[in-house]
């Protein structure tokens, strides 16, 4: 991400490291998208065919160990305020929380809805599927997660201090090199 910002026009670079926690889980959450949903279609097209919504929940649930491992040491590396084992706690009732929200859309879409073989052909069922559960749920449960890992998780701000590693990085203005031990 570094070499990316780096390269960026002014204005953008700004606005990119104010809100580079933003900018980091939302690639944390497009990383564990792709997973979710590799799993997701793996398990549903093979061995619970006739579970889509545990297979949700499955893929969602291997895409959430993935998602801590990264928000804590990437994402929101310099927020903290809590034990490990509070934080890893809190962290997974969000994310259990998450996962309901997640798999709702699809339960509905399903069940209540009935948008499924024989009401709807194949593909109108792949595509419902694929809007509720991968669409929909996801963006639900992504606002849901930002929102409780900031609130609860990860509540203090600058906790862990932040390595400066490059010039653009620096929170100085003008300064860079000084901040640096650089003349």
Same mark, same amino acid.
């Given at each position: 991400?570094?070499?990316?910002? @780096? @390269?960026?026009?002014?204005?953008? #670079?700004?606005?990119?490291?104010?809100? #580079?926690?933003?900018?980091?889980?939302?690639?944390?959450?497009?990383?564990?998208? +792709?997973?979710?949903?590799?799993?997701?279609?793996? *398990? /549903? *097209?093979?061995?619970?065919? %006739? /579970?889509?919504?545990?297979?949700?929940?499955?893929? =969602?649930l291997v895409a959430t160990i993935?998602s801590y491992v990264l928000n #804590?040491?990437?994402?929101?590396?310099?927020?903290?305020?809590? %034990?490990?084992?509070?934080?890893?706690?809190?962290?997974?009732? +969000?994310?259990?929380?998450?996962?309901?929200?997640?798999?709702?859309?699809?339960?509905?879409?399903?069940?209540?809805?009935?948008?499924?073989?024989?009401?709807?052909? @194949?593909l109108g069922e792949e595509f419902?599927?694929?809007?509720?559960?991968?669409?929909?749920? =996801? *963006? *639900?449960?992504?606002?849901? $997660?930002?929102?409780? !890992? /900031? /609130?609860?998780?990860?509540?203090?701000?600058?906790?862990?201090? $932040?390595?400066?590693?490059?010039? !653009?990085?620096?929170?100085?203005?003008?300064?860079?090199?000084?901040?640096?031990?650089?003349?």
């Amino acid at each position: 991400m570094e070499n990316v910002v @780096r @390269r960026l026009p002014e204005p953008l #670079r700004s606005q990119a490291l104010k809100h #580079r926690e933003l900018l980091k889980f939302a690639m944390v959450g497009g990383t564990c998208f +792709v997973i979710d949903t590799a799993i997701f279609y793996a *398990l /549903k *097209l093979t061995v619970l065919t %006739e /579970k889509p919504v545990t297979a949700k929940i499955v893929a =969602t649930l291997v895409a959430t160990i993935v998602s801590y491992v990264l928000n #804590r040491e990437w994402s929101f590396k310099t927020r903290g305020g809590r %034990e490990r084992h509070h934080e890893a706690a809190l962290f997974f009732l +969000v994310n259990g929380i998450g996962i309901a929200i997640n798999s709702m859309p699809l339960w509905v879409s399903r069940y209540l809805l009935h948008l499924q073989e024989p009401n709807i052909s @194949r593909l109108g069922e792949e595509f419902a599927d694929f809007v509720s559960a991968q669409i929909i749920g =996801t *963006l *639900l449960a992504m606002a849901f $997660r930002w929102w409780g !890992y /900031k /609130k609860w998780v990860f509540p203090e701000a600058d906790f862990r201090p $932040r390595r400066v590693t490059r010039s !653009y990085d620096s929170p100085n203005d003008g300064s860079d090199d000084e901040a640096l031990g650089r003349s």
